[in-house]
């Protein structure tokens, strides 16, 4: 079975400060990694994706990658309320279309 | 706009009544899959589809059905809907698994 692991939180974070949400998967031949944000009440929004080792920056937003250790994490940077979500980690395993989901860590950021 | 419509967003309905909910793309999509959302247990998926008449089975497929006739269309069918089924429901599409999935706006569907 393969799988995908996320602290559930919640995660409090202040406002201005940097939010860290961290990641584990069990099978090494993944492939692609991809972050989703969401909202309560609404759908998976896919914020960031990355494939390979090392760091990924896009706006206030970081995706980190290990392949050896098979974590990957995002990085908010100046956190604002509207960050206030939960962060779904989701993996796509080589040669299978198939993409699995962890159960999500709920970040709230503190005015 | 580019956009992935499901229909109904809310369904009530009885134990044993076979029901449809349909799902439909506009971005020219080769994938498609379906997931569900239980508290505690994240997003399952429950079919996918890499093509016209090419599905295969998600983590938790028991209870359904789907099929994709057109390429815009793959709709999830519950030919005898169970209490364990209620759940919120969310079809998603990809023009490949490494660009990650659009979802729907979800159904969320109870069975009494």
């Known amino acids: 079975q393969k799988e995908v692991e996320q602290n559930s939180g919640p995660l409090s974070v202040p406002e201005g400060a940097i939010a860290s949400l961290n990641c584990t998967y069990s099978d090494r031949v993944s492939q692609s990694f991809f972050w989703y944000r969401q909202y309560s009440g609404k759908s998976p929004e896919l914020i960031m994706s990355i494939y390979s080792n090392g760091d990924k920056e896009d706006g206030r937003f970081t995706a980190q990658l290990n392949k050896a250790s098979q974590y990957v994490s995002l990085l908010i940077r100046d956190s604002q309320p509207s960050d206030s979500a939960t962060y779904l980690c989701a993996v796509s395993y080589f040669g299978n279309e198939k993409l699995t989901f962890g159960t999500g860590t709920r970040l709230t950021i503190i005015p | ?112």
């Not at chain 2, 109904?8 to 506009?26: A, E």
């Not at chain 2, 789907?66 to 390429?71: D, F, N, Q, T, W």
Request: proline share 7%; glycine share 8%; net charge positive.
């Open chain 2, 1 to 112: 706009e580019a956009q992935v419509t499901q229909n109904p967003r809310y369904l009530i309905t009885v134990t044993g009544k076979k029901l449809t909910v349909t799902c439909s793309q506009n971005m020219n999509h080769e994938y498609m899959s379906w997931y569900r959302q239980d508290p505690g247990l994240g997003l399952r998926q429950i079919y996918y589809s890499m093509n016209v008449e090419v599905t295969d089975k998600g983590d938790v497929p028991e209870g359904y059905k789907v099929s994709r006739k057109e390429k815009r269309n793959f709709p999830l069918i519950l030919e005898s809907p169970s209490p364990n089924q209620t759940s919120l429901y969310f079809c998603a599409s990809s023009p490949s698994p490494d660009y990650g999935y659009t979802f729907g706006s979800g159904t969320r569907l109870t069975v009494v």
